[in-house]
């Protein structure tokens, strides 16, 4: 998937599919950007406690989203003491509805 963060006509161009994968990824990417500011933490740090390397969370910190897949956000946010609860519901027109949450642990 290609896109551009800052390039808004590519973004609202782009399958609704596609839309939803950046939706994710730039909350997650959020989480874990607030989780470090929160606590605190240097870039190296946040790498050590989410088990990639200082130059990652760099590249996070640079909203560079294409180089990091959804499972790699959610390893990084459960590493560094986050919690996932999900609910999986159905809605009336037969789509599936998927709610994540993530709740701090004490670390």
């Not at 994710?24 to 989780?35: D, G, P, S, V, Y």
């Not at 470090?36 to 740090?45: A, D, S, V």
């Not at 560079?64 to 459960?78: A, C, G, N, R």
Request: glycine share 2%; hydrophobic share 45%; net charge positive.
């Amino acid at each position: 998937m290609a896109y551009k963060l800052g390039d808004l006509k590519s973004l609202v161009a782009t399958d609704p599919v596609d839309q939803d994968i950046i939706f994710l990824k730039m909350n997650l990417r959020n989480a874990i950007i607030q989780m470090i500011r929160k606590n605190e933490w240097t870039q190296c740090i946040a790498a050590k406690k989410m088990g990639v390397s200082q130059p990652r969370i760099s590249s996070l910190n640079q909203t560079k989203l294409e180089e990091f897949s959804i499972d790699s956000l959610m390893t990084m946010l459960l590493k560094a003491g986050s919690r996932l609860q999900t609910d999986a519901s159905s809605c009336d027109d037969a789509a599936a509805f998927l709610a994540l949450t993530f709740n701090k642990t004490a670390i």
